[in-house]
């Protein structure tokens, strides 16, 4: 079918590798070892700087790219900070009664709040966290596919509920949206 000759598969197959094969395959391990020591965030302009710098191997890029797709070596990329903070709103602002001062004599005496986004395999979840500055112990949290102020409102419930403070605790959180 292959319109080959029985003697040129076997000769083909008893064959040594060629030396391209034999230089990639001890390119391959060079690129992997450079790779895995950035913890693998590296892709192939920095392996390739990489390979010359520290190993005094001068090689093409685009040898260096097909080594790293035969492999399946990818550079992991790089999380963009994105503020959710919105600081400009037409809502009252609280004064600022905690003035940084994060230490607490006794439990119950000072909360602290906040929320952050949380990229999961299944998508986008926000937690709302509320921290005892006394224990530096979660006293109540919440979960949620919106950032909005129930979720925010759910995590002050379960901190309540759960530790019952008295009239002069002080709850600070940011000036956010939520």
């Not at 029985?6 to 992997?32: F, H, K, Q």
């Not at 709040?113 to 937690?127: A, M, Q, R």
Request: a positive charge; one cysteine or more.
């Amino acid at each position: 079918m292959l319109r080959v000759s029985r003697a040129g598969v076997y000769a083909w197959c008893g064959r040594p590798p060629s030396n391209r094969a034999v230089e990639d395959a001890r390119l391959t391990i060079l690129v992997r070892e450079a790779h895995e020591r950035s913890r693998r965030t590296y892709g192939s302009p920095r392996v390739h700087v990489e390979l010359a710098e520290t190993h005094q191997v001068f090689v093409s890029r685009k040898r260096v790219i097909r080594l790293m797709q035969q492999e399946g070596l990818k550079a992991r990329v790089r999380k963009r900070f994105r503020c959710t903070t919105m600081s400009d709103h037409d809502q009252p602002v609280a004064a600022n009664l905690l003035a940084r001062n994060f230490e607490a004599q006794r439990p119950n005496q000072k909360w602290v709040g906040d929320t952050t986004e949380l990229v999961t395999g299944n998508g986008k979840l926000f937690l709302a966290v509320i921290l005892d500055l006394f224990s530096k112990y979660v006293v109540g949290w919440s979960l949620s596919p919106v950032n909005d102020r129930h979720l925010t409102i759910a995590a002050l419930k379960r901190a309540v509920l759960q530790r019952c403070p008295g009239a002069d605790l002080l709850h600070h959180s940011d000036q956010g949206s939520t």
